[in-house]
Nanobody, 114 residues
Framework: QVRLVESGGGLVQAGGSLRLSCAASGSSISILAMGWYRQAPGKQRELVARITSGGNTNYADSVKGRFTISRVNAKNTVVLQMNSLRPEDAGVYYC????????WGQGTQVTVSS
């Protein structure tokens, strides 16, 4: 069973940057499309960035041009570089595959102060 562990969140001022990492263990995720999901308080979890096994990427309109998703298959890791952060980017960030989902990790909290 794949275990996902997210890290890198924190408190940042608007306009700042954070780099989130998702480390997978138990099995390789290199053949899976992976995504970063965000859950803001009182809102449904939403997909903000996706990367295929071949490295093609897609982004939610709200983060295009500011977020970059990448993967390091040798390290079984997926990374989300977040720049020009806005207060509305705040939430708990999770990584996961697409349906059927893997077991969800604990997520990493991102807080953006205005």
């Amino acid at each position: 069973q794949v275990r996902l562990v997210e890290s890198g969140g924190g408190l940042v001022q608007a306009g700042g940057s954070l780099r989130l990492s998702c480390a997978a263990s138990g099995s390789s995720i290199s053949i899976l499309a992976m995504g970063w999901y965000r859950q803001a308080p009182g809102k449904q979890r939403e997909l903000v960035a996706r990367i295929t096994s071949g490295g093609n990427t897609n982004y939610a309109d709200s983060v295009k041009g500011r977020f970059t998703i990448s993967r390091v298959n040798a390290k079984n890791t997926v990374v989300l570089q977040m720049n020009s952060l806005r207060p509305e980017d705040a939430g708990v960030y999770y990584c996961n595959s697409e349906l059927p989902f893997l077991s969800w990790g604990q997520g990493t909290q991102v807080t953006v102060s205005s």
